[in-house]
């Protein structure tokens, strides 16, 4: 059976720092690309970053960009990301999914995910 437990999330303050992981078992994730989505309340989901399963291309939201850092260790099936400089238009809860493409392709749109963690909260305070 396959599994997705995202960890890391929590309550912070703007400005502050939290890392995200999401631990993959019950398949070997490695050959395929990883993102990490957000939803918050009333809102639709949207990606936030996206890492090929070598590491090798990455995808960031705009809205990101700059401040937020995907990575991934294959040999612990588990991609992280990195999040700083944390601004109250962060909250939500922020969701590890699984992509069916191999190959130098970090995709961004939730249909091209097949697998989906239950989601882990963040919630920045201003």
């Known amino acids: 059976q396959v599994q997705l437990v995202e960890s890391g999330g929590g309550m912070v303050q703007a400005g502050g720092s939290l890392r995200l992981s999401c631990a993959a078992s019950?398949?070997?994730?490695?050959?395929?690309?990883m993102g990490w989505f957000r939803q918050a309340p009333g809102e639709e989901r949207e990606s936030v970053a996206a890492?090929?399963?070598?590491?090798?291309?990455?995808f960031y939201a705009d809205s990101v960009q700059g401040r937020f850092t995907i990575s991934r260790d294959n040999a612990k099936n588990t991609v992280y990301l990195q999040m700083n400089s944390l601004k109250p238009e962060d909250t939500a809860v922020y969701y590890c999914?699984?992509?069916?493409?191999?190959?130098?392709?970090?995709?961004?749109?939730?249909?091209?995910?097949?697998?989906w963690g239950p989601g882990t909260q963040v919630t920045v305070s201003s």
């Open positions: 999914a699984v992509s069916r493409f191999a190959g130098d392709y970090a995709p961004g749109k939730s249909y091209e995910y097949d697998y």
């Open positions: 019950g398949r070997t994730f490695r050959n395929y690309a």
């Open positions: 890492i090929s399963w070598s590491g090798g291309s990455t």
